[in-house]
């Protein structure tokens, strides 16, 4: 098999859920996404975003994992969960996707805007990295002759 790369940037978001939603996500129970307002929302924006988790003929492609967040509030913020001084552990999905390291950066800014807008932190968790490879699809290698090896 050829295996084909591709240049692409990784996108990653953490986003708080309910304590009931890790536990279902922990027991493999998938539509507890499906339940989670904010997680819903999240995956809607990666749905109406083109260019987000495009591998070919596989669209809207997306990892995730769940833990836990870890935070102190300090002096001046407005918390949506916690209190000023106090340190906090928040159940959080964290979700990844990707998309092509050529895509312009007016369409990037675009879509973090869209997550800042819809996320309930005052200060999300969203990292972006600078080009890194995938591999994007998997074909058989070919013999000068033209026959798969």
């Not at 509030?73 to 209190?83: H, M, R, V, Y």
């Not at 968790?125 to 074909?139: C, D, K, M």
């Amino acid at each position: 098999m050829k295996i084909e790369m591709k240049a692409v940037r990784k996108l990653r978001v953490h986003w708080p859920i309910a304590s009931e939603t890790l536990a279902r996500l922990s027991k493999g129970d998938a539509d507890a996404l499906k339940d989670e307002a904010g997680i819903a929302a999240l995956l809607q924006a990666l749905s109406e975003s083109p260019d987000l988790g495009d591998f070919g003929n596989y669209r809207h492609v997306f990892e995730s994992g769940v833990g836990f967040e870890g935070f102190t509030c300090a002096e001046g913020a407005n918390p949506t969960l916690g209190q000023v001084g106090q340190r906090t552990i928040s159940p959080t999905f964290v979700f990844t996707t990707y998309f092509d390291a050529l895509l312009d950066e007016a369409t990037v800014e675009r879509f973090l805007q869209r997550i800042i807008d819809i996320h309930p932190w005052e200060v999300p968790v969203i990292e972006l990295t600078g080009p890194i490879t995938v591999s994007s699809t998997a074909l058989p290698a070919f013999s000068e002759s033209g026959a798969a090896r």
